[in-house]
């Protein structure tokens, strides 16, 4: 740390504040790559399917998981064939996950937006059904 931000560590929250923003930039620009493992690290452990008491697997939580990415995914490669509806539900999860990505990642963040994706999921699991069996109906019945 240099001499002038340790200087200003001790002043008012505001000072302190842009110090401590100021040392975050240069540690970021001097070490990408860490940058990045780091972000890397924080999206994995915003998506782990272990509940916040106990580290086994949650096949559900891991199912739900599952869907709202592959609906994120379809979504992108098709994006003409949904709604705005289904745009809005996908965009509050992947804020929460940028927020999770810029600030500190927390297991129970996701509690937040896990209606959401619950949704997508079922939306994601109905679209893999209707194109299984056949039909071409919209993923709007599940809602």
Do not use: C
Not at 20 to 35: D, T, V
């Amino acid at each position: 740390m240099l001499e002038k931000e340790k200087q200003n560590l001790s002043k008012d929250e505001y000072t302190e504040t842009e110090a401590y923003k100021k040392l975050a930039y240069q540690w970021m620009i001097g070490h990408p790559k860490e940058e990045v493992i780091l972000s890397i690290k924080k999206v994995l452990i915003y998506f782990t399917p272990f509940n916040f008491l106990s580290w086994r697997v949650n096949l559900f939580t891991l199912l739900v998981h599952l869907g709202f990415i592959g609906l994120t995914i379809w979504m992108v490669f098709q994006p003409l064939r949904f709604d705005i509806a289904y745009w809005i539900l996908i965009v509050a999860p992947w804020a929460m996950v940028a927020l999770s990505v810029l600030y500190f990642v927390e297991y129970r963040w996701r509690y937040y937006v896990e209606a959401p994706m619950l949704l997508s999921a079922f939306i994601f699991f109905r679209l893999v059904y209707d194109r299984i069996m056949g039909t071409d109906q919209r993923a709007a019945a599940v809602i």
